[in-house]
């Protein structure tokens, strides 16, 4: 029995890394496994690696294999669960308000003492504040998707560790508290993923309630596959000495390291000036596509003679 739940399982990981093929994005082992894991246990992915090696894209592609719409929230210093999960539709609460004033002795009708006129007002209070007139931000949003959705949660690191708190009971029951209406449940759970670029440590709380990815640099034979898909008309000779040039940056001390998609932009480029091998001049007059910063351009120029030859040990 457990040599066929493996056997089923290790198919449904195949599977995975199949449909997630057919959309371009190459799934490792590692990778394919958590989306695994995380559909079976109905558990969020926190997603944890260097800039560049696709991690937001994942959840981008899981969305497209699955056909759930993406719901991103892009995390940043300041955060608060007000940006994150609704908003009240303030312009329309006014043109209530305005409407109830001019019904007031409407409302009054029949109250003969003081508390009477009270207790009427007082039962106009929670019209005020419930759904129609929240605006849902992308956390509730996520929650309110009759046929589920990909919540990105990008970047978790940028944030401040009270918003990380903010979001355990969403990660643990698929449930937020709102003050004015209560608890609110996902309508169907949707399928979350966390990102960092390892900025901060990450609470231990919060990785209690999630799968733990790390997504490192692909390796060259991952990283191989990967431009022979988005590529795949660059002979084999150009690709090898690509990504042996690409791998030896990564080893250097840069400010930015080239990603995954800078790789495949530049292998794009190469192959738009039709060469047959790479010289010091066309690396020299494209390193802006695989390069950020002016600093970095500047070093890796002085360092190209060895850079070129091929794989450094």
């Known amino acids: ?60 592609a899981f969305s497209k294999v699955t056909e759930r719409p993406l719901i991103r929230l892009q995390c940043y210093e300041g955060l608060d669960e007000a940006k994150a999960l609704y908003e009240w539709k303030y312009g329309k609460q006014l043109l209530y308000t305005q409407i109830l004033r001019e019904k007031m002795n409407d409302v009054m009708d029949g109250a003969k003492t003081l508390q009477e006129s009270l207790d009427k007002i007082h039962d106009f209070d929670d019209i005020f504040f419930n759904e129609k007139f929240m605006e849902p931000r992308p956390l509730l949003k996520a929650l309110k998707q009759k046929e589920g959705a990909v919540l990105l949660i990008d970047e978790l690191d940028k944030s401040d560790q009270e918003f990380e708190a903010f979001l355990l009971e969403i990660l643990q029951d698929y449930r937020v508290t709102l003050p004015e209406i209560g608890a609110v449940n996902a309508t169907k759970t949707p399928h979350v993923f966390l990102t960092s670029n390892n900025t901060r440590e990450i609470g231990d709380a919060l990785k209690r309630r999630c799968l733990h990815l790390y997504i490192p640099f692909p390796s ?4 191989k596959k990967i431009i022979e898909k988005h590529v795949p008309t660059l002979n084999d000779d150009l690709k090898e000495q690509l990504i042996n040039f690409v791998h030896n940056l990564r080893n250097l001390d840069l400010k930015k390291l080239p990603s995954i998609s800078e790789t495949i932009d530049w292998a794009k480029v190469i192959l738009l000036t039709n060469v047959d091998t790479l010289d010091n001049e066309l690396v020299k007059s494209t390193l802006n596509v695989l390069l950020k910063f002016q600093d970095d351009i500047e070093f890796v120029t002085t360092e190209l003679p060895s850079l070129t030859k091929g794989p450094k040990l």
Not at 2 to 28: P, R, T, V
Not at 31 to 47: M, V
Not at 220 to 223: A, G, I, K, V
């Open 1 to 60: 029995m457990a040599s066929s739940n493996m056997a089923d399982a290790s198919e449904s990981i195949k599977k995975i890394q199949n449909q997630f093929y057919q959309i371009g994005y190459i799934a490792s082992d590692s990778i394919a496994t958590s989306i695994f894991l995380a559909q079976s246990l109905s558990k969020p992915i926190l997603i944890e690696g260097p800039p560049g090696v696709g991690k937001t894209e994942l959840a981008t």
């Open 220 to 223: 060259r034979d991952l990283e």
